[in-house]
């Protein structure tokens, strides 16, 4: 079983700040990760993947993730945020070869408050 | 465009009705997946199908139920013996099940909100 901890409920912070959105996660097998974000009574937008390769991974409108095996972490990064990112996200874990079907297990999320 | 379809938007009911969330897809994906989401918890899988005429519990499956006779559709029933109904409801699905790159991608609808009054 796995499971996704996000450290912080809400991030407060001001336009074209940098942010980071941490996430730890828990499994005893490899897997893959997601960030998905969603504006207020709306679906969830997948953001950025981790499945193989290149621990730092490249997402839409400039977010980015890096995967840290040693650490089990996969925290999302924007080195300038905008108004228009103020949403709640997402992180979210699969077990590649889960028979149970695609399984993702989230996290309870993380609340980004973009200030004036 | 594909996608997946939710509706109604917003619903009220009273205690002691059943309620039925209705959720299409024109994506041709295999597995879908019926979600509840509450403040500060994320996302709990209710139900999810794989194929049609075969569904399976989530973790939160009690006073839910679901039926999946074609492969575009899965509503969900809201029953009378679900506690604590009021909640935002998502309907997702993926391409097909069990592995693959792709498959682990989740599209979702724009949700359903119920409240019980």
């Known amino acids: 079983a796995q499971s996704v901890t996000q450290l912080d409920s809400q991030v407060p912070v001001f336009e074209e700040a940098p942010v980071e959105l941490r996430c730890n996660y828990s499994?005893?097998?490899?897997?893959?990760l997601f960030w998905y974000v969603q504006y207020p009574n709306q679906g969830l937008q997948l953001l950025l993947k981790y499945l193989s390769g290149s621990t730092l991974v490249k997402g839409i409108n400039g977010f980015e993730a890096e995967f840290n095996k040693s650490q089990t972490s996969f925290h999302l990064r924007k080195p300038s945020v905008h108004i228009s990112d103020t949403a709640e996200y997402f992180c979210?874990?699969?077990?590649?070869?889960?028979?149970?079907?695609?399984?993702?297990?989230f996290g309870g999320g993380t609340r980004l408050m973009v200030k004036p | 465009d594909g996608g997946i379809t939710q509706s109604p938007k917003y619903l009220f009911r009273k205690e002691g009705q059943n309620v039925t969330l209705s959720c299409e897809q024109n994506?041709?994906?295999?597995?879908m997946y019926w979600y509840r989401q509450d403040p500060g918890q994320g996302l709990r899988l209710i139900y999810y199908?794989?194929?049609?005429?075969?569904?399976q519990k989530g973790d939160i499956a009690e006073g839910y139920s679901v039926s999946r006779e074609k492969k575009e559709s899965f509503p969900l029933t809201v029953t009378s013996a679900q506690k604590n109904p009021t909640a935002f409801y998502l309907c997702?699905?993926?391409?097909?099940?069990?592995?693959?790159?792709?498959?682990?991608?989740?599209?979702f609808g724009a949700g359903s909100r119920l409240t019980v009054l």
């Open positions: 994506l041709n994906h295999d597995a």
């Open positions: 199908s794989q194929i049609v005429n075969d569904f």
């Open positions: 997702a699905s993926t391409p097909r099940p069990g592995g693959g790159s792709g498959a682990n991608v989740l599209t």
């Open positions: 499994s005893s097998v490899s897997v893959y």
């Open positions: 979210a874990v699969s077990a590649p070869h889960n028979n149970a079907g695609n399984m993702l297990t």
